[in-house]
């Protein structure tokens, strides 16, 4: 921040320099994640893909992380932008652990910090783009909630972003239920992937799930899922229909 | 080269509807339970109303963010006049409290479309309504919210609402028992939601007395 003397053209060629830095559109991203609490806590899935428009730029990003010992933290958008919010939570954890006082915080104390500032960013008309998933477990309670770029944030017992929300939701809705065990929690959270996967242009098939029970965190190592081609009406598509259709 | 505009809007509304009654000695406050953006819906249980004070019941429908920020602002405010003043805020209090809250941000304002309920200084119901930038008035029943053109216009055929401009004034409240008012309220919902898309889900009734605030939960459509 450069400290001028406030002359007319002084002002007005600092006033432009700040105009341009605001956020306008976002340039690597992330495409959906999908979480859901079961029996010992919250599972959470994620692909590994940044995309850079629609080019496949970046093919191993970790876009669930561990905060503090209670909580996941899942980012879809912006993927610069995931990575100053785990900046901004390094510092929060951090404090939080100087205190020294056997407390730490919760996932419920994250989600409201990271509610407070996507929305104060978007006061700023800077936004963070992002949506976010927050899950944890403390005390033997889960909790999974979710903010978007602009501050709307809510809890539930499963939550999607992005095309997730169109696609995994329905699904979610239809087939979860409380005290789900961890084999059927996987089946559940595959079974949305897969709908991604094949529904998604910006989905990868390189995907991650991350557990987060009382005793803490565990991220999977990447793997695929298989996809099924192999349905009659693939076959010979054109049968019902000759013409260039 | 002309200024670039933001693709993104600041705003967004998540629907829903939020109805409040004023009776002689109680107030009904009620909201469906339905958080939705755009075409999707985010949540089925999302909670919009919100107790500000032993006898201030907020409701609010619109852009949640907003929403959720505005509730922090006045609880904050209300423990603060509480340090002050050793009592809690009258619903009059509160409501004029808003209403200087929402004009705060006249020039980029809080999306939220308002209804307080609760009791008066005198223990009888009280309801007001309020638009985005602060305009409020004290009616005897209110609703705000996407479903709301199709509530209002049933509530003043069915509660019969005297005329504000005569003189002497008027008492707004409805004679109706506590259990009518309730059952009116449930009606209206159960209408709504077949017509509004982003009305639905739950009904979250809130009942407040003098002795104390009665909660009841009524299932609605989900479609």
Redesign the interface.
């Known amino acids: 921040m450069t400290f001028t003397v406030p002359i007319d053209n002084g002002d007005s060629v600092k006033i432009a320099e700040e105009e341009s830095q605001r956020t306008l559109y976002p340039y690597v991203t992330g495409t959906s994640i999908v979480a859901i609490k079961y029996k010992d806590g919250v599972l959470m899935a994620s692909d590994m893909g940044g995309s850079y428009g629609s080019t496949l730029r970046y093919k191993n990003i970790e876009r669930v992380k561990a905060i503090g010992k209670h909580s996941l933290l899942g980012a879809s958008g912006e993927i610069s932008d995931f990575q100053e919010i785990l900046r901004y939570l390094d510092e929060l954890t951090l404090n939080d652990n100087m205190w020294d006082d056997g407390n730490s915080l919760g996932p419920k104390e994250i989600h409201n910090y990271l509610t407070r500032v996507m929305y104060n960013r978007r006061n700023k008309f800077d936004p963070l783009w992002n949506t976010l998933v927050l899950g944890g477990v403390k005390n033997g309670k889960s909790y999974l909630g979710m903010v978007s770029m602009i501050g709307v944030s809510f809890e539930d017992d499963h939550v999607a972003t992005g095309f997730g929300n169109h696609l995994a939701r329905p699904i979610l809705r239809d087939e979860w239920h409380a005290d789900l065990s961890f084999e059927d929690g996987v089946k559940l959270l595959e079974k949305c992937m897969r709908v991604l996967l094949y529904r998604d242009r910006s989905a990868i098939n390189k995907l991650q799930i991350a557990k987060i029970t009382e005793e803490g965190v565990t991220v999977s190592q990447p793997y695929s899922l298989k996809t099924f081609w192999e349905f009659s009406s693939f076959h010979n598509p054109t049968a019902g229909a000759e013409g260039s259709w | 080269m002309t200024?670039?505009h933001?693709?993104?809007?600041?705003?967004?509304n998540?629907g829903g509807t939020c109805v409040a009654i004023a009776g002689s000695d109680y107030c009904v406050i009620a909201a469906d339970t339905r958080?939705s953006?755009g075409y999707?819906?985010?949540?089925r249980?999302?909670s919009k109303i919100h107790k500000l004070a032993d006898r201030a019941v907020l409701s609010s429908s619109g852009?949640?963010?907003d929403v959720?920020?505005l509730q922090k602002v006045l609880k904050s405010r209300h423990l603060i006049y509480q340090h002050q003043h050793n009592k809690q805020m009258s619903c009059p209090a509160m409501a004029q409290l808003l209403s200087n809250t929402l004009y705060f941000k006249r020039f980029?304002p809080y999306y939220a479309f308002n209804v307080l309920g609760g009791l008066d200084e005198e223990g009888k119901g009280c309801v007001f309504t309020y638009d985005a930038v602060g305009s409020y008035e004290r009616v005897g029943y209110g609703a705000q919210g996407s479903g709301s053109t199709l509530i209002m216009p049933f509530l003043d055929n069915q509660l019969k609402s005297p005329s504000p401009l005569l003189l002497p004034k008027q008492d707004s409240n409805t004679p109706l028992s506590e259990a009518e008012a309730v059952d009116l309220v449930k009606t209206v919902f159960a209408s709504a939601t077949e017509r509004d898309i982003y009305t639905g889900d739950r009904l979250e009734i809130m009942i407040l007395k003098a002795d104390g605030i009665k909660t009841e939960l009524m299932d609605l459509r989900k479609d």
């Open positions: 200024k670039q933001a693709n993104w809007s600041p705003y967004d998540n958080m953006t999707s819906i985010l949540s249980d999302y852009f949640q963010a959720k920020a980029f």
